[in-house]
């Protein structure tokens, strides 16, 4: 299965990567507000990264996201002109649940026992397999054998490795900082918050235009929250969240998947 859509995808969720390297990595952080006796106003918070330059807040930001055991991704960023919208959930495990949007169809990815399994509707199939240029014959055929069924793709099967690295927590997170010299020319933004939680922020700006964001928390790990590219090519933004918990996958029932085995090799979806 190793459709355009498909390759997009995995784009999408390594950009994580991508966007950390090419652009600004934050990890300011301030620690909770302490109580104090009424009706005194609570101090601020000093800043543990006071004193640190913005490739230096990089850096400690980046070592805590990639120590991370989970995380989920959500968000929408443009590949080859194509809008992609991700929600996933993955772990070190190299398991995953989640869901993608590529034109106007649905698909939902899982993967456990290093055996992957996909189901989309018919919008997103026909997308895919368009995109392969099979005839409206094929289409039809391959459609008849997954509606409404997830198709599972074993280890070693088209497809598989590609997908599978969309769930390989340990593979996208090894990108983050990976070239130190390319997250020169930082600078420390305004704070702000991510789903309520305050974080710092790091930006970057290309001389082509492009900008890059990048949130990070201001309470306990300095994870990366967010990260907004705008401009440029392949605009987007990705919510990180929900590090270091359960990951809970479940195998579909055998009854309601397809084996790709059982697609013929010219016309698998």
């Keep these: 299965m190793t459709s355009q859509s498909h390759r997009k995808l995995r784009a999408a969720v390594v950009v994580c990567a991508v966007v950390v390297v090419t652009g600004p990595v934050p990890a300011a952080a301030r620690a909770a507000d302490l109580p104090v006796a009424a009706p005194a106003v609570a101090a ?9 330059t913005a490739r230096e807040i990089g850096d400690r930001a980046v070592t805590a996201t990639r120590s991370a055991t989970s995380l989920r991704m959500t968000g929408r960023i443009v590949s080859e002109g194509q809008p992609l919208d991700i929600d996933f959930a993955v772990d070190d495990r190299d398991e995953c ?9 649905t698909a939902e990815l899982r993967r456990v026992d290093h055996v992957t399994y996909m189901k989309g509707d018919e919008a997103f199939w026909r997308a895919s397999m368009t995109s392969q240029g099979m005839s409206e014959a094929q289409i039809t055929t391959v459609l008849e054998l997954i509606e409404d069924r ?54 970057k700006k290309e001389a082509g235009g492009e900008t890059t964001t990048v949130s990070v928390s201001e ?16 605009p987007g933004a990705l919510v990180l969240s929900d590090y270091d918990e359960p990951v809970d996958v479940k195998a579909p029932p055998p009854d309601e998947t397809v084996d790709l085995a059982k697609l013929d090799r010219g016309t698998s979806a």
Excluded: H, N
């Design 44 to 52: 601020p918070s000093p800043d543990p990264f006071s004193g640190l």
């Design 97 to 105: 649940t989640g869901l993608m949007k590529v034109e106007d169809g």
């Design 150 to 203: 997830w198709l599972k793709i074993a280890p070693g099967q088209t497809g598989s490795q590609d997908l599978g690295g969309v769930c390989d927590l340990k593979s996208l997170l090894a990108g983050l900082g990976k070239d130190k010299e390319r997250r020169g020319g930082l600078a420390r933004g305004p704070d702000g918050k991510v789903d309520g939680t305050p974080v710092a922020t790091l930006v």
């Design 219 to 234: 309470r306990g790990e300095p994870y990366i929250l967010k990260m907004v590219r705008e401009g440029g090519k392949e």
